[in-house]
């Protein structure tokens, strides 16, 4: 299976800051299918990105997803509060889907 | 709008069968097109995909499971269904279920774009 690796484990910026957050995989995940999901605490995942690059309906345009091959990017333009929170990657290209092991972005 | 909410025993025995149930909000399964997957989530393993349903009949596990799960629909209901055997304390999680939105080339490969708010299984004698 697919291993997602995810850095750094942790980000601590300031509101307003900009933030990349990576997911590479162990080998090349099949057609760009790749997702990023944002978790806050006590909550269920939320979809932000699927297809690598592809916003989900309703999510704000500072978040873009980029990358291909075995290297993607989430990047959030100029974080806000309500943007603290655990992200994760998954990939859908090849079985098992896998996800990765999450990054936190903190409060600086 | 689709709202997903997870119902079943919080405490189980080890070697027992866990079995959960997801209410789904809508209308869904009245089009007879409809998808549907669960995914658990704990500290030691992180996230990861149990299974997924297609409207067809056809599930897709995950291998790391070693065939003990069963997704079932039960569109009278209004809900869809997992079991997994044999459970032991590894299985401790909370599992979620979901609905795929994005589908990958390949027959049970998906991405999630609504998930219920989780239930929280403990296996423990």
């Known amino acids: 299976e697919i291993v997602l690796t995810q850095s750094p484990g942790t980000l601590s910026l300031s509101p307003g800051e900009r933030a990349a957050l990576s997911c590479r995989a162990s080998?090349?995940?099949?057609?760009?299918?790749l997702a990023w999901y944002q978790q806050k605490p006590g909550q269920a995942p939320r979809l932000l990105i699927h297809?690598?690059?592809r916003r989900a309906p309703g999510v704000p345009d500072r978040f873009s997803g980029s990358g291909s091959g075995t290297d993607f990017t989430l990047t959030i333009n100029r974080v806000e509060p309500e943007d603290f929170a655990v992200y994760y990657c998954?990939?859908?290209?090849?079985?098992?889907?896998?996800f990765g092991q999450g990054t936190k972005v903190e409060i600086k | 709008q689709l709202q997903l909410q997870e119902s079943g025993p919080g405490l189980i025995k080890p070697s027992e069968t866990l079995s959960l149930t997801c209410s789904v909000s809508?209308?869904?399964?009245?089009?007879?097109?409809?998808?549907w997957g669960w995914i658990r989530q704990s500290p030691g393993k992180g996230l990861e995909w149990i299974g997924t349903?297609?409207?067809?009949?056809?599930?897709f596990y995950n291998p790391s499971l070693n065939s003990r799960a069963t997704i079932s629909v039960d569109t009278s209901r209004n809900h869809f269904s997992l079991r997994l055997n044999s459970v032991t304390a590894a299985d401790t999680a909370v599992y979620y279920c979901?609905?795929?939105?994005?589908?990958?080339?390949?027959?049970?490969?998906?991405?999630?774009?609504?998930w219920g708010q989780g239930a929280m299984v403990t296996v423990s004698s």
């Open positions: 297809g690598a690059s």
């Open positions: 080998e090349s995940v099949y057609d760009n299918f």
């Open positions: 809508d209308d869904s399964f009245n089009s007879g097109i409809y998808y």
């Open positions: 979901a609905r795929p939105k994005w589908f990958g080339d390949f027959p049970g490969l998906t991405a999630f774009d609504v």
């Open positions: 349903l297609y409207y067809n009949g056809r599930t």
């Open positions: 998954q990939q859908y290209g090849s079985h098992p889907g896998t």
